[in-house]
């Protein structure tokens, strides 16, 4: 009897959980684990309002949490994989929240436990390496493909394969260079076989997500191919229908393209792809070349 009201209370929690994640909520913040009594450096960290601005960019969001020791918790039911996995929040950088060595500290602190990341079993057992994000730590665009391939596994960065070769002539072609960008995946594992990232490894790998959106904080976010915006926004829309609109992601602007990989089989598609990249610079205030 007991056992079954725990389970009809589990089961309501977890259809609640599910029609907010539903509504675009990506994770729940968790309170500290333990009382702040056990963990005294916690005391002295108080979340900043406003973060250095870099440049000429003007930043206002940024809290650092306090600090609390690592601890991640997979939600271990049948269900889980629909649920976020949320770890405990990083803690405070001895740097000056919003400047450059913060927010290389904090995403140092995140490549870490990205590493030792065991969430995906099938993913962890065959990567050589987790292929973290790469790029500058300030950068206005943040771009997101869909997950590393055998190139990026074996050298632990994203982009680098034919599909990447090809992100670096559309990226100077719009007179930028990747250094200008941060760019990293929806998962940081290579799906064996370069097959779809599965909904429940995106759930997993989404805290990792999230982490570094808000560790670079862009104000454009380029998700390339129907699984990078599908996944960062929460819609089952074909990238066809994604493209050539700004939708709002935090304080991101988000804008959609076809993936290179796509082009590589369907070159036809590069001129869809250089429509949606103008409207990019535009809405970024960039030089659109003619
Ligand atoms: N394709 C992606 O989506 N990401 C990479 O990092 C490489 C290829």
């Given at each position: 009897?007991?056992e079954?009201?725990?389970?009809?209370i589990?089961?309501?929690?977890?259809?609640?959980?599910?029609?907010?994640?539903?509504?675009?909520?990506?994770?729940?913040?968790?309170?500290?684990?333990r009382?702040?009594?056990?963990?005294?450096?916690?005391?002295?960290?108080?979340?900043?309002?406003?973060?250095?601005?870099?440049s000429?960019?003007?930043?206002s969001?940024?809290?650092?949490?306090?600090?609390?020791?690592?601890?991640?918790?997979?939600?271990?039911?049948?269900?889980?994989?629909t649920?976020?996995?949320?770890?405990d929040?990083?803690?405070a950088?001895?740097?000056?929240?919003g400047?450059?060595?913060?927010?290389?500290?904090?995403?140092?602190?995140?490549?870490?436990?990205?590493?030792?990341?065991?969430?995906?079993?099938?993913?962890?057992n065959a990567r050589?390496?987790?292929?973290?994000?790469?790029?500058n730590?300030?950068?206005?665009?943040?771009?997101i493909?869909?997950?590393?391939?055998?190139?990026?596994?074996a050298?632990?960065?994203p982009?680098v394969?034919?599909?990447?070769?090809?992100?670096?002539?559309?990226?100077?072609?719009?007179?930028?260079?990747?250094?200008?960008?941060?760019?990293?995946?929806?998962?940081?594992?290579?799906p064996?076989?370069?097959?779809?990232p599965?909904?429940?490894?995106?759930?997993?790998?989404?805290?990792?997500?999230?982490?570094?959106?808000?560790?670079?904080?862009?104000?454009?976010?380029v998700?390339?191919g129907?699984?990078?915006?599908?996944?960062?926004?929460?819609?089952?829309?074909?990238?066809g229908?994604?493209?050539?609109?700004?939708?709002?992601?935090?304080?991101a602007?988000?804008l959609?393209?076809?993936?290179?990989?796509?082009?590589?089989r369907?070159?036809?598609?590069?001129?869809?792809?250089?429509e949606d990249?103008?409207?990019?610079?535009?809405?970024?205030?960039?030089?659109?070349?003619?």
């Open positions: 009897m007991a079954d009201s725990t389970f009809a589990d089961r309501a929690l977890r259809q609640e959980l599910e029609s907010w994640q539903r509504a675009g909520l990506s994770h729940l913040p968790m309170p500290p684990r009382p702040p009594a056990a963990n005294p450096s916690s005391a002295s960290v108080k979340p900043p309002t406003t973060r250095t601005p870099p000429s960019r003007s930043n969001r940024m809290t650092a949490p306090a600090a609390t020791q690592f601890t991640s918790r997979p939600i271990t039911s049948p269900q889980a994989h649920l976020p996995v949320v770890s929040p990083l803690p950088s001895p740097h000056a929240v400047s450059l060595e913060d927010r290389q500290w904090r995403l140092n602190e995140l490549r870490q436990r990205v590493a030792a990341c065991i969430r995906c079993q099938e993913l962890a050589t390496q987790t292929v973290f994000g790469v790029g730590p300030e950068a206005r665009f943040l771009f493909g869909e997950a590393p391939g055998a190139d990026e596994d050298q632990g960065e982009f394969g034919a599909a990447g070769q090809l992100l670096n002539k559309i990226i100077a072609a719009c007179g930028l260079k990747r250094e200008d960008i941060y760019i990293c995946n929806i998962l940081r594992c290579r064996p076989g370069n097959r779809k599965l909904p429940e490894e995106a759930g997993n790998c989404r805290e990792w997500l999230d982490g570094q959106i808000a560790i670079v904080d862009p104000e454009f976010i998700c390339w129907a699984t990078a915006a599908q996944n960062l926004m929460g819609t089952e829309e074909s990238i229908r994604l493209r050539g609109r700004s939708f709002q992601h935090g304080r602007t988000v959609c393209t076809y993936h290179p990989s796509y082009l590589l369907n070159p036809a598609a590069k001129k869809d792809v250089w990249m103008k409207l990019f610079l535009k809405q970024a205030g960039l030089p659109v070349p003619v």
